[in-house]
């Protein structure tokens, strides 16, 4: 085996396990009405029907699932496609970056942890409508990092950053305003800013297209088969960060793309 299959296979389980603490956080992050979050981080993961607490066995990312046969060990009540699915998707989308970039590319690694927190916004807003605040600080962070870099290495221009903030927020900004927050909410809002300050222009505005086309068509799908009417809440949030991933790898692509028969 390539020295180079192994070390994607490590960056797996190291995002599968990654995973499994953003599992934590999404399940045990409260958000109170006033806006105060809450973790409480202590005491061992419980099967949330019986209350038995997990053994070390039961804590293995992804295997653990799959030797329970997605039951809890005592009241063989099914365990959530959630856990196992979110510990899949950390373990792929550390390699991607890895793969794509190399492992010498520092923006790799910017990029896997700005994933992270993709993730813990996607699965936390589909759960509770809601983008939390304590993913978009170090998020904020992440991107000024990955920024100023980009601003160094002539990567990006400090205007297409600023246009693509602007486009980024600035959209959402009015629809929230006019709206009363009935269309999406402030969270939203934050996180468009921060998408256009990682994606810079003109790629922000592919993410946000894309966003808008893929959250038009899972609601379309939701109203037929669900029965959900225009009026359910959706959540926005994760159609937002599934755009910004795929722009941040082949946005170039899908511009390029588009633009071919101009
Ligand atoms: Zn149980």
């Known amino acids: 085996m390539s020295i180079n299959i192994i070390i994607y296979i490590l960056a797996f389980i190291f995002g599968a396990i990654i995973g499994s603490f ?4 999404i399940y045990r992050l409260k958000i109170a009405k006033n806006g105060k979050a809450n973790i409480n981080l202590s005491g061992r993961s419980k099967c949330p029907h019986c209350k038995k607490e997990l053994t070390i066995f039961e804590l293995i990312p992804i ?5 329970l046969s997605a039951r809890c060990a005592k009241c063989k009540k099914p365990i959530s496609w959630q856990y196992p699915l979110v510990e899949i998707i950390s373990g792929i989308l550390t390699v991607i970056p890895l793969y794509f970039l190399g492992f010498s590319n520092i923006y790799a690694y910017l990029v896997i942890l700005i994933l992270y927190l993709f993730i813990v ?23 000024l990092v990955f920024d100023i870099i980009k601003l160094a290495k002539h990567d990006v221009i400090l205007l297409n950053l600023f246009i693509g903030t602007l486009i980024g927020g600035g959209l959402f ?20 800013f921060l998408l256009g300050l990682l994606l810079a222009y003109p790629y922000i505005i592919v993410s946000h297209v894309m966003a808008f086309i893929i959250g038009a068509v899972i609601s379309l799908i939701l109203i037929g088969f669900r029965g959900k009417t225009l009026k359910s809440e959706v959540p926005f949030a994760p159609f937002l960060v599934l755009a910004a991933t795929i722009t941040l790898f082949w946005g170039q692509m899908i511009i390029n793309w588009y633009f071919r028969g101009f």
């Open 173 to 192: 900004l009015i629809l929230v305003y006019f709206s009363r927050e009935k269309w999406m909410g402030w969270g939203d809002v934050k996180l468009g």
């Open 22 to 25: 953003s599992n934590v956080v």
């Open 121 to 143: 916004i996607f699965f936390y807003d589909l759960k509770n409508f809601i983008v939390p605040d304590v993913a978009l600080y170090p998020l904020f962070f992440l991107i």
């Open 63 to 67: 295997l653990s699932f799959v030797f």
